[in-house]
């Protein structure tokens, strides 16, 4: 269901790790949504031995990211999984590392003190579960008007701490809610609120080490 909401309506689904080796082998897929279940890394070995598809494996929360990452998964998602972690990890494109910018936080460092920065950051912060529980009422709802406005004045913090393709992103978002397009809208704006959250835990722990 998150998957048709995010735009994926051609969704082929195998209920077994084997059945979905043998459905893999031989097939083209741009992408693979593997919920391993109570499997190992070992077995998305094995997936991704027989198919070049990217690997997006679903873990618990307790399993360490890397072992998966070193058998060949792209992105990890924990369960249980959100919207937005599971737009963020369909798109490929996207590197976090992209959404910090170091030249603004200088700036940023040189216009206020240290305690000053702190508090610029801690009411970003602030802000981020409410936003997040706010997107997650208007998705729900299927609100658009709420959606749109949720993205306007993340793009706003976003352009704040320099983050120019985030803050592009909420635009994209807040056009698809304005025209109606639900599901650009609800892919665009849930990247956005787990890279946007992502972004403020960089600039927190930039900000304590100040």
């Known amino acids: 269901m998150m998957l048709e909401r995010l735009g994926y309506p051609?969704?082929?689904?195998?209920?077994?790790?084997?059945?979905?080796r043998e459905a893999l082998a031989g097939r083209a897929h741009p992408?693979?949504?593997?919920?391993?279940?109570?499997?190992?890394?070992?077995?998305?070995?094995?997936?991704?031995?027989?198919?070049?598809?990217?690997?997006?494996?679903?873990v618990g929360s307790v399993d360490d990211e890397a072992v998966f990452h070193a058998a060949g998964a792209a992105a990890v998602l924990r369960r249980p999984v959100t919207l937005a972690a599971l737009a963020v990890a369909l798109d490929p494109a996207h590197d976090e590392a992209t959404d910090f910018d170091a030249?603004?936080?200088?700036?940023?460092?040189?216009?206020?003190?240290?305690?000053?920065?702190?508090?610029?950051?801690?009411?970003?912060?602030a802000e981020v579960p409410i936003q997040g529980q706010r997107h997650a009422a208007a998705v729900a709802a299927n609100d658009l008007r709420t959606l749109a406005s949720i993205v306007h004045t993340l793009r706003g913090t976003?352009?704040?701490?320099?983050?120019?393709?985030?803050?592009?992103?909420?635009?994209?978002?807040?056009?698809?809610?304005?025209?109606?397009?639900?599901?650009?809208?609800?892919?665009?704006?849930?990247?956005?609120?787990?890279?946007?959250?992502?972004?403020?835990?960089?600039?927190?722990?930039?900000?304590?080490?100040d």
């Open 31 to 58: 992408c693979v949504l593997v919920d391993l279940g109570s499997a190992t890394a070992a077995a998305l070995g094995q997936i991704a031995a027989r198919s070049s598809a990217r690997l997006i494996a679903v």
């Open 158 to 209: 976003c352009l704040q701490f320099g983050a120019a393709d985030l803050a592009q992103l909420a635009a994209r978002a807040e056009q698809a809610a304005q025209s109606g397009d639900t599901a650009t809208a609800l892919s665009a704006s849930a990247a956005l609120i787990e890279r946007h959250g992502r972004l403020v835990a960089r600039l927190l722990r930039e900000a304590a080490d």
């Open 103 to 125: 030249e603004t936080w200088a700036d940023l460092r040189r216009l206020y003190s240290g305690t000053g920065l702190r508090e610029l950051v801690a009411a970003a912060a």
């Open 10 to 20: 051609s969704v082929s689904i195998a209920s077994e790790i084997d059945s979905a």
